[in-house]
C-alpha cells in the first residue's frame, strides 16, 4: 500500500517538472507586442512560441542582421521613411524569393529531363554496342568463309588447269597413237 502512496507521488513529482520545464521554454507574444517598435524577441531552438498576435514574422539571424545595418545608418528613430524602406526591401526579398523558387522549380524540371535523356541515350549506346558486338562477329566469320572460298576457288582453279592440261595432253597422245596407227 506505501509503495503505492510513493509511486503515486514520484508520478505526480515528474509530471509537476515536465510541466514547469515546458512552460520555462514557451514564449508567448501578447497582442500588444504588435503595435511596439520594442527590439525583436529571441526564440532559441527548442522554443514553443505561443501566438496571440494576428500575424507574426519570424525573421532569422541574417535578415535581423540586415534591419540592424539599415537602422544604424538612418538612426535609431523609426519614422515612415525607415518604415517604407523596410517595406520595399522585404518586397523586393519575397520578390526574389519568388524568383529563386521558379528558377530552382525549372532547373529541377531540366534536371529531371536531362536525367531522362541520359538514361535514353545509356540505354541506346547499350544497344548499339550490342548490335556493334553481332556485327563484328559477323564480319569475323564471314572473312573466314571469304577466305576459304579464295582457297577453294584457287584450287578449283589449279584442278581445272590440270584437268584442261591433262585433256591437251591426252588429246595429242591419242594423236599420235591414231598417227602411228594410221601410217
Do not use: C
Not at 25 to 43: E, G, M, R, W
Amino acid at each position: 500500500m506505501r509503495i503505492n502512496y510513493y509511486l503515486s507521488i514520484l508520478i505526480m513529482l515528474s509530471f509537476y517538472v515536465s510541466m514547469a520545464q515546458s512552460n520555462s521554454d514557451t514564449l508567448i507574444i501578447k497582442s500588444d507586442y504588435a503595435k511596439s517598435y520594442n527590439q525583436p524577441i529571441l526564440a532559441t531552438k527548442g522554443t514553443i512560441i505561443i501566438n496571440q498576435i494576428d500575424s507574426l514574422h519570424l525573421v532569422n539571424n541574417i535578415r535581423l542582421k540586415h534591419y540592424e545595418e539599415i537602422r544604424s545608418v538612418l538612426g535609431d528613430s523609426l519614422d515612415l521613411k525607415l518604415n517604407t524602406i523596410l517595406l520595399r526591401y522585404e518586397n523586393v526579398i519575397r520578390e526574389n524569393d519568388s524568383e529563386y523558387n521558379k528558377l530552382l522549380e525549372s532547373y529541377n524540371k531540366l534536371a529531371l529531363i536531362n536525367k531522362e535523356y541520359i538514361k535514353r541515350t545509356d540505354t541506346s549506346l547499350q544497344v548499339t554496342a550490342a548490335h556493334l558486338d553481332t556485327l563484328n562477329t559477323s564480319l569475323v566469320k564471314t572473312d573466314k568463309h571469304l577466305t576459304k572460298t579464295k582457297k577453294m576457288l584457287k584450287k578449283n582453279k589449279r584442278s581445272q588447269t590440270w584437268q584442261k592440261l591433262g585433256i591437251g595432253f591426252g588429246g595429242v597422245a591419242l594423236g599420235i597413237l591414231l598417227g602411228i596407227f594410221l601410217n
